[in-house]
Nanobody, 122 residues
Framework: QVQLVESGGGLVQAGASLRLSCAAS????????MGWFRQAPGKEREFVAG????????YYANSVKGRFTISRDNAKNEVYLQMNSLKPEDTAVYYC???????????????WGQGTQVTVSS
């Protein structure tokens, strides 16, 4: 069982940066691939970034590639999403998730956090 708690969201202007954190409980955190997803009002929850259990493999949605960076610290049981050059279209609730394999597919993730709001003003 893994419990996930996101933090670091907020209201920023376009072009600014934010760093999201996701703290995981449980001693098995390092066994899980981790992902970040987001959901804007009226839209489906979509994949943003994923990272393998050892951090060796990462991949991103095309919409954030080159602007966002996912990383993890297994010693701290944390995963991060560094978001640079934010755009109004990045506005959404951001969720972290834990699963058995790195994937862009929501069903691949077994555990989800409650989300943190990111709002980017123009």
């Amino acid at each position: 069982q893994v419990q996930l708690v996101e933090s670091g969201g907020g209201l920023v202007q376009a072009g600014a940066s934010l760093r999201l954190s996701c703290a995981a409980s449980g001693r098995t955190f390092s066994r899980y691939a981790m992902g970040w997803f987001r959901q804007a009002p009226g839209k489906e929850r979509e994949f943003v970034a994923g990272i393998s259990w050892d951090g060796g493999t990462r991949y991103y949605a095309n919409s954030v590639k080159g602007r966002f960076t996912i990383s993890r610290d297994n010693a701290k049981n944390e995963v991060y999403l560094q978001m640079n050059s934010l755009k109004p279209e990045d506005t959404a609730v951001y969720y972290c998730a834990a699963g058995g394999t790195i994937s862009s597919a929501r069903p691949s993730y077994n555990y989800w956090g409650q989300g943190t709001q990111v709002t980017v003003s123009s």
